[in-house]
């Protein structure tokens, strides 16, 4: 005891040193700190006393004070019961006139305490919050928001803390709510974006605060509560990978692994290796989990239909709206609301008029609005409605006397419109606009050429009879003859139905092997299943429910003749069948023979009618699967390799994903390829410079620079100075002189020493050999 | 070829004279170092230049306003002219000494034992009617001083402590919120030790060890000898009654200005914050921060909190030291002994707060 007093004593007015020591024994510095807190109790109250008129002194001991109370608070939670709710009070106060310093000080000593656990997140982001939208400091904002972000993340890291989070979301909630038309809403916006962003808060609540935020009467709220919508999703993916990334680039194991081979061996140095090692390991574990599954802020909205038509009747549609925003804030607007119609597939006929008057080559930022109309479009917009958009962009936008630019990009866009509602096309402009693909200008031809081979799939029978090509005419032949069940021409509201994929190889194969359907090889199929399953199914066995006597069959005028066409096929079918059935018997290498060659074009004729009359049995399934593989072997073939790529690569580019947006570059993506770059902008693709405001030229794929000049960048962004190729190119050629005379008068067994030297060297991989 | 071709004409460059030429300013040299630099202010030593000597009272008003300079010489010096200025002209002198009073006690908490001793030196000259009425934020000062880690402030607290008690007294016991405190301060500076559990907050553990009278600095009895003195005028104004009753004064002080009927509430108030007491505006107060302006109910308090027992036993301990703190702690004692003469002992307080 008189120890520890002496060396207090040497140290004097040493705070941070009482504080060490106080943590190490709490009891035995018991009345040290007793001390130290009469003295801050005093100085509090001279504080509270005159708050503007307290002296640097007083207020540079404060500060101090306060923090050493707040890091040893916990260690005497009997003498400070009242420490956190004074520095709450002097906060609440006296915050806009506190000097600077102490204030940021007490706001993190308060922080300290909550890690602390002396207070509980609650009270922590009860004080917090109201400050930050309350004070006029701008440095105590950032603060503040950094702080309250810090905490929540805290608190939820270990799990989830839905009772915090959802006070916390109510807050936001409600301050938006309570005065729409508040600046300060900002605030409760980005605090929620930034949630999101983490993954803390991905649910509903989070997604109704920015709903809310976007209906709001402040252009910057509704702008980033839009924005929100539209990239916050993808903003959370970055940031999730960004912290993959970051993990992977902590530590390098097998850098560490090398300097511990050279390094002094200490047993610090190992244990770190160990923990190094352990850390990499627990890194690769959570990487290789399945990461959670998270719904998109535009799937997780209450009710689309009203938020898309409170956004339009708000924002967009009235002349003069509650709101004044500009026409970047619109378009982002404009943007969400044809998102969610497109998404959701919503009803909401008055946007597409809303979009005619914006529609001309001059409207600023036109591709923008061409990139909306194509997303607010989907296959239950009446065709009436968008024909007349197709033909005012048509007007508008292509002609001869129209720019290739404005030409090509019009034509994008009526094909963004059509491939989500081909009907909105009539034939004599889809004649006309085809004609385009003969133009001089490359971007007007590909996209013409892209209008042409959309059509050339879903409605062939508009394009005039050369245009159509081989297939879309093989096509429409086999319908005109009645072969297949679909006709092509569809009609507005049609759906596909659904099937599983490779079940017309199945029927195929069953139709070679001569297998019917019938009850016996159908029980026989259940048989295997029936024996590995641990099935509490009713015993009664399986009833059919479909049997082939007993369609339900629905009498409609329209249908009629299709439903014709339909059971004659079935007949044929069945013919077929009986016949397959005998040859199969007959000629079985045939049959195996043909098994695979034939697969594909009757396959993608015909549509299977396997599962719509029969359960699979598990047996079928086996088969199917089989089948599939061997498909996929044939597919791998050099000949089929190549056909199939070019299939695969049309399928992408037409079946993109639903919840993918289209933008304005897509739009105006072949308008680059009009461009012609002039004689300053080649030069500077060549020299490598950068593009300028316009981003004219020089791509950030488009580099024309030497090859070397690419490799020089290249080392020199490494941090390393030159290859060893060019330092043999740029020596002094003098110097090689004298050792190409060398080299000259060598004897013979020199030489072979050389070259026997060359080889182990090369063997060996190189002066330095090839461990490191 | 190229590269050496480049390093020559470098290597000339190194060896080339700058020409000079009439009229035009010399050339940097390429070691040249840029000794310019910016500053937000530039001081000037001598800031004032005056032929006519400044009137006393300006004088004294810069050397208040140097109070609150940077440099500790600087108000050192500022706080010894002030003092001399008291002292040459105790009449007549032009500024109102409270307010010198107030901003000197800013710097109670100084850093510089230079600066406080001259503080001290200061005090000492100021009469203490004029600052009666200026001593509430002092006493807080010297509250957060006593138990400062710095040896030397504590030293200068104790010293301003006893030099308050000497003029007034009175006041200071009966503030607000200072009878208790301070005692509690003082059981905290002494280490004197409650019985009470409720103080002493981890008794588990083995390393609880019974600090019974070991106060900070107790190898210091020069401190320990300035506390205990301290302790001693505190408790002597705050237990015994000074003078007569306060009753006997008002009657004395009526029947000196006979015609005129309390004219005490209608000149200006001789005390510090006269309406403390009904505290208009504060939250309500604790037993710890009540202003007790009795002697009875100051006994009263510091026999029900305990406190009596804690001092009489933490005194009896100090005296058994010797020496001269031992001395001083015997007149502690009977202080303590004066005081609370007519207190019944056996009899049990027990306050909960």
């Given amino acids: ?105 007490i706001v993190t000593s308060l922080v300290l305490l909550r890690r602390k656990d002396v207070i509980n997140s609650t009270a922590l982001l009860n004080t917090l919050w109201p400050l930050l939208i309350s004070t006029p400091s701008k440095s105590l904002r950032a603060l503040l928001f950094q702080k309250i972000l810090a905490d929540l993340k805290n608190s939820n890291t270990k799990s989830t803390n839905h009772k915090l989070n959802r006070s916390v979301q109510t807050t936001c909630y409600n301050l938006i709510a309570a005065d729409l038309a508040n600046p300060k809403n900002l605030w409760a916006v980005k605090l929620t974006r930034e949630m999101w962003r983490r993954q803390i808060w991905s649910d509903a609540k989070a997604v109704s605060i920015m709903e809310l935020a976007s209906l709001s009467h402040d252009a910057k709220v509704v702008a980033a509560g839009v924005r929100f919508f539209l990239g916050g999703d993808q903003e959370r993916e970055e940031a999730a990978e960004d912290d993959d990334s970051d993990h992977e680039g902590g530590i390098d194991i097998r850098q560490m692994k090398h300097q511990a081979g050279i390094n002094k061996k200490s047993a610090k140095r190992e244990k770190d290796l160990k923990a190094a090692a352990a850390k990499a390991k627990r890194k690769q574990k959570k990487k290789n989990a399945p990461s959670p599954l998270n719904f998109s802020a535009l799937h997780l909205l209450n009710d689309p239909q009203g938020f898309a038509e409170k956004l339009f009747g708000q924002h967009l549609q009235p002349s003069q709206p509650k709101v004044k925003l500009n026409l970047e804030q619109k378009l982002l607007v404009l943007s969400l609301v044809s998102r969610l119609v497109g998404l959701h597939k919503l009803t909401l006929i008055s946007l597409y008029s809303y979009f005619i008057k914006f529609l ?33 962009i048509a007007n508008e936008f292509v002609s001869e006397a129209a720019a290739a630019e404005v030409a090509s990009a019009g034509l994008n866009g009526i094909r963004e419109v059509c491939v989500r509602q081909p009907l909105a096309m009539n034939e004599t402009l889809l004649q006309d606009l085809v004609q385009y693909r003969k133009s001089k200008d490359k971007g007007v031809q590909m ?64 139709l070679e092997q001569g297998i019917v359907d019938d009850e016996e090889t159908e029980a026989k199929g259940w048989e295997n299943w029936d024996a590995e399953s641990d099935s509490s199914e009713s015993e009664g066995g399986w009833i059919d429910v479909a049997s082939d006597g007993e369609d339900i069959d629905v009498y409609d005028s329209e249908d009629e003749k299709e439903k014709e066409a339909k059971k004659r096929k079935l007949a044929s079918i069945d013919d077929e069948k009986e016949n397959v059935a005998t040859d199969a018997a007959a000629t079985p290498t045939d049959t195996a023979s043909r098994a695979t060659a034939s697969l594909e074009p009757e396959a993608a004729l015909k549509r299977s009618l396997l599962g719509t009359k029969n359960l699979l049995t598990p047996a079928d399934w086996a088969k199917l699967e089989e089948l599939k593989r061997s498909a996929a072997v044939t597919a791998a073939l050099p000949s089929a390799k190549r056909r199939k790529l070019a299939e695969q690569a049309k399928a992408a580019a037409q079946a993109r994903h639903a919840d993918d947006a289209v933008t304005a570059g897509d739009i105006a993506g072949l308008a680059k390829l009009s461009h012609k770059s002039t004689r300053e902008e080649k030069i500077a693709m060549a020299k490598g410079e950068r593009p300028d405001e316009n981003g004219r030229f020089g791509a950030a794929g488009n580099d024309h620079r030497s090859t070397t000049a690419r490799r020089k960048e290249k080392k020199e962004s490494e941090g390393k100075s030159t290859t060893n190729k060019e330092k043999a190119r740029k020596k002094n050629f003098l110097m090689t002189l004298g050792k190409a005379k060398r080299k000259g008068k060598m004897s013979l067994v020199d030489r072979g020493k050389v070259l026997k030297q060359h080889v182990d060297r090369a063997k060996k991989g190189g002066r330095r050999g090839n461990i490191g | 070829m190229g590269s050496s071709a480049k390093r020559k004409k470098e290597k000339k460059q190194d060896f080339q004279k700058p020409k000079l030429k009439v009229g035009k300013t010399k050339p940097k040299a390429a070691n040249f170092t840029s000794t310019s630099f910016k500053a937000k202010s530039i001081v000037l030593t001598q800031s004032t230049l005056s032929t006519t000597a400044p009137s006393l009272d300006a004088q004294i008003l810069h050397n208040v306003s140097l109070l609150k300079s940077k440099s500790d010489s600087q108000r050192k010096d500022a706080l010894a002219f002030i003092t001399n200025a008291i002292m040459e002209h105790r009449k007549g002198f032009p500024y109102q000494v409270g307010e010198i009073f107030k901003e000197a006690c800013k710097l109670l908490l100084d850093r510089s034992d230079g600066v406080r001793n001259e503080l001290l030196k200061l005090l000492t000259q100021l009469p203490a009617v004029e600052v009666t009425i200026h001593i509430a934020e002092p006493l807080l000062r010297i509250r957060a001083g006593m138990t400062s880690l710095a040896k030397g402030i504590r030293f200068t607290s104790y010293d301003a402590l006893i030099w308050l008690l000497k003029g007034n007294g009175e006041e200071v016991v009966s503030s607000v919120g200072t009878w208790v405190k301070y005692l509690q301060s003082f059981q905290s500076v002494f280490a004197f ?17 019974p600090t019974s009278v070991q106060p900070i600095g107790s190898n210091d009895s020069k401190v320990l000898m300035k506390q205990t003195q301290a302790l001693e005028s505190f408790l002597r104004a705050g237990l015994i009654q000074s003078g007569e009753d306060s009753e006997v004064l008002a009657a004395q002080s009526a029947a000196r200005s006979f015609p005129l009927w ?17 505290n208009l505006f504060g939250p309500p107060r604790s037993a710890e921060d009540e202003m007790y302006d009795d002697v009875d109910e100051r006994r009263r308090v510091f026999a029900e909190l305990g406190l009596y027992r804690t001092f009489a036993h933490g005194i009896n301990t100090l005296k058994k030291q010797g020496g001269e703190v031992g001395r001083a702690a015997s007149q502690v004692e009977k202080v303590l002994a004066e005081g609370m003469v007519d207190w019944d002992e056996d009899k049990e307080y027990e306050v909960n707060f």
């Fill in chain 1, 1 to 105: 005891m008189k120890r520890k007093l002496g060396a207090l004593e040497k140290v004097d007015a040493d705070l941070p040193n009482l504080q060490h020591k106080i943590r190490n024994d709490p009891s035995s510095y018991q009345d040290d700190f007793v001390n130290q807190y009469s003295q801050y109790s005093s100085l509090y109250e001279l504080f509270i006393s005159s708050p503007t008129t307290t002296d640097d002194t007083g207020l540079v001991r404060l500060r101090d004070l306060i923090d050493f109370v707040s890091h040893v608070a916990d260690c005497y939670p009997k003498l400070t019961p009242t420490f956190a709710n004074d520095l709450t009070r002097l906060l609440e106060l006296h915050h806009a006139t506190l000097e600077a310093e102490l204030r940021d000080k």
């Fill in chain 1, 360 to 392: 001309t080559p001059k409207q600023p930022s036109v591709t923008s609005f061409l990139a909306s109309l194509a997303q607010s479009t989907h296959n239950l917009v009446p065709p009436d409605v968008l024909e007349p958009l197709v033909q005012k």
């Fill in chain 1, 447 to 510: 996209a013409a050429r892209g209008l042409l081979n959309l059509y050339q799939e879903v409605g062939a029978e508009m394009l005039r009879k050369r245009d159509r090509g081989r297939k879309a005419a093989l096509k429409l032949h086999a319908a005109k003859e009645g072969l297949t069940l679909e006709s092509d021409a569809r009609r507005f509201g049609q759906v596909e139905e659904g099937g599983i994929e490779g079940l017309e190889l199945l029927e195929q194969w069953k």
């Fill in chain 2, 193 to 209: 030790h409650a019985k009470d559990p409720a103080i002493t907050t981890n008794t588990s553990g083995w390393s609880n060890v």
């Fill in chain 2, 262 to 278: 309390h004219t005490e509430y209608h000149t200006m108030p001789t005390r510090s914050k006269p309406f403390a007491r009904l």
